[in-house]
């Protein structure tokens, strides 16, 4: 999947959603297509975690973080969890909410730069990242042709706004390099990276250099000991930022080199499903969004392991309401999060395959 252009990504994504029809016939009579595959428990668990971000959506489709922020990113961040259900904006119990997730976000795009937000929001490069994850998912399966060719000019658009926005050393930052005096920082150019790979796995036209040139810049960022510091200028190593710069690897197809599993062993050291990450530098929702994902691409005992411990850990902190209230951004952000990381195994994201 990582190393395979967009037509082959998209073949096996619609073998995996035309088997999952099968499996949809042959199962009890409402029971999703992945029913079986999850712990019952946990299951439940993140079905009531998508019913509370379905109440929590906004009529104008976007859903956001405390205070009113960062409604781009919440929104495709949260919509992204519900196509982990199985859902489309087609089909499932949440089509409604993702048609709604990305007519919100198309109109977010502008025609002229290629952004998908607004230049208010300070942290925008995160809710641009996002959103080019989301809709390059949902174009995969999107089959009517204005819509269709609605969803490939914004994601075209946003291919070309990043490749602008990417700083002279390679990565991004909060802004554009152009708005934000060329600075970068790791977490971003992590977000940029990721939502480019979707976009070419979904057969968007992304130049090789940009990627090339990112990746780059995370192994200029890295320290001797095998972190991924905040910046090229400094900062010091974060173990959030070194899992996520994993996952972008493992998304370019960088699996077993020996930077990798250095960078590896430093999540190792660091990062515990247990939640008792002292050095994570509080940002634990964001490190095992990423980290998570690499654990299940390596599979195994391994990930059987680490799911086991970290679910546990996830499902005891689960509010009543299905949210979980944690985090200074806010329940939804917290809650998509979780709820992604709870359904990996459904394995209906194609940037998160094995």
Request: aromatic share 14%.
């Given at each position: 999947m990582a190393s395979g252009g967009g037509r082959v990504s998209f073949g096996r994504f619609a073998m995996k959603w035309i088997f999952g029809l099968i499996m949809l016939c042959v199962a009890a009579?409402?029971?999703?297509?992945?029913a079986g595959r999850v712990d019952p428990k946990v299951r439940r668990d993140v079905g009531r975690a998508l019913?509370?971000?379905?109440?929590?959506?906004?009529?104008?489709?976007?859903?956001?973080?405390n205070n009113g922020q960062y409604r781009v990113a919440m929104t495709a961040l949260s919509?992204?969890?519900?196509?982990?259900e199985g859902s489309t904006a087609t089909r499932g119990k949440y089509a409604k909410n993702v048609r709604l997730a990305v007519d919100y976000l198309l109109?977010?795009?502008?025609?002229?730069?290629?952004?998908?937000?607004?230049?208010?929001?300070?942290h925008y490069m995160y809710g641009h990242g996002f959103s080019m994850l989301f809709l390059s998912q949902v174009f995969g399966e999107e089959e009517d042709a204005e819509r269709r060719d609605q969803l490939k000019q914004a994601l075209t658009r946003a291919v070309v706004f990043c490749g602008n926005a990417q700083t002279t050393a390679g990565g991004w930052g909060y802004v554009s390099a152009k708005d934000g005096n060329d600075f970068d920082e790791g977490s971003t150019c992590i977000?940029?990276?990721q939502g480019l790979r979707a976009c070419r796995n979904a057969g968007i036209a992304v130049p090789k250099e940009i990627i090339d040139r990112a990746v780059e810049y995370i192994k200029k960022c890295t320290t001797a000991e095998g972190g991924v510091q905040y910046s090229i200028k400094g900062g010091g190593a974060r173990p959030p930022i070194t899992a996520a710069a994993v996952a972008c690897l493992f998304n370019?197809?960088?699996y077993d080199s020996e930077y990798c599993k250095k960078l590896l062993n430093y999540c190792k050291q660091n990062l515990s499903a247990s939640g008792e990450d002292?050095?994570?530098?509080?940002?634990?929702?964001?490190a095992h969004y990423y980290y998570a994902q690499v654990i299940y691409r390596?599979?195994?005992?391994?990930?059987?392991?680490?799911?086991?411990?970290?679910?546990?850990?996830?499902?005891?902190?689960?509010?009543?309401?299905?949210?979980w209230k944690e985090g200074h951004i806010g329940p939804v952000y917290t809650t998509a999060m979780n709820a992604t990381i709870l359904q990996l195994d459904n394995g209906y994201l194609p940037i998160y395959q094995r």
């Open positions: 009579p409402g029971a999703p297509a992945w019913d509370w971000l379905a109440r929590e959506q906004r009529r104008q489709g976007y859903w956001e973080a919509a992204n969890a519900m196509l982990a109109d977010m795009s502008d025609p002229k730069t290629g952004l998908i937000g607004y230049k208010m929001d300070y977000t940029q990276v370019s197809g960088e002292a050095r994570s530098f509080g940002h634990w929702h964001y390596i599979g195994g005992n391994e990930w059987k392991t680490y799911f086991e411990t970290i679910s546990k850990n996830i499902l005891h902190k689960q509010s009543a309401d299905g949210s």
